[in-house]
């Protein structure tokens, strides 16, 4: 962890349970904070999460509820339940699940009953509390794979249907693995894969339906953030 009000070097606080990767995920309350997912020597679908309050490692409290679902998904978070969008599955393939876990207790995560338009993975998700809203953009899609440059939100109460369009990245912009924050405005959007690394940061307007603006570029070309 480091702190946001200064400048500074970052400090462990604890391990996850097993070494992994592509535990993607901004899911969050004022306590802990989870993951859902991730590959080592093979796929798992546990829900993990530590805590805030003092260095800890990482605890088991539930499994994705599709017996398939690896990792690498879209997330959201309303404070009091997370989102999982799409995502890696076995064989090979991708989800278009929305799926939603409650972080007031240890157990799996149900289905929304609304899905992704398409079935998808490395996308990245972004949380809008204040107005209940989720986004989620760019991944990639089908075999051989293609990026996406699609933006898509939707209301935390969807319970079925589709996420509705919500515009493009930039011109250039479909790509995977992207960095993802939010104002109360706009969501940002930055780095990933085209497959090339990029350092594009994009911005788009949450009021209106309308495609991202370029404001800038990361210090480097990056991909694969997670938090």
Request: hydrophobic content about 30%.
């Amino acid at each position: 962890r480091f702190p946001f009000a200064s400048g500074g070097a970052s400090s462990d606080h604890g391990e996850s349970g097993t070494g992994s990767y592509s535990t993607k995920g901004s899911i969050r309350n004022t306590t802990h904070s989870y993951s859902v997912g991730f590959f080592n020597n093979g796929a798992n679908r546990d829900i993990d999460r530590f805590s805030f309050t003092a260095p800890s490692g990482t605890t088991d409290v539930g499994e994705h509820s599709n017996s398939t679902y690896q990792s690498n998904a879209a997330s959201a978070t309303d404070g009091t339940y997370g989102f999982v969008m799409g995502g890696a599955s076995s064989p090979g393939a991708a989800l278009t699940d929305i799926e939603k876990l409650t972080m007031a207790s240890q157990a799996p995560s149900s289905d929304t009953g609304a899905d992704l338009a398409l079935g998808m993975l490395a996308n990245s998700g972004v949380s809008d509390i204040g107005n209940a809203t989720m986004y989620q953009f760019g991944g990639v899609y089908g075999s051989p794979a293609t990026k996406l440059d699609t933006i898509e939100r939707g209301l935390m109460s969807v319970s079925s249907g589709n996420l509705t369009d919500h515009g493009e990245l930039a011109v250039g912009g479909a790509r995977h693995n992207l960095a993802g924050t939010q104002n109360p405005t706009h969501v940002y959007c930055a780095g990933g894969a085209t497959p090339s690394q990029v350092d594009n940061i994009y911005r788009y307007e949450k009021s209106t339906t309308d495609n991202s603006a370029d404001v800038g570029e990361l210090a480097s070309s990056s991909n694969g953030y997670a938090g």
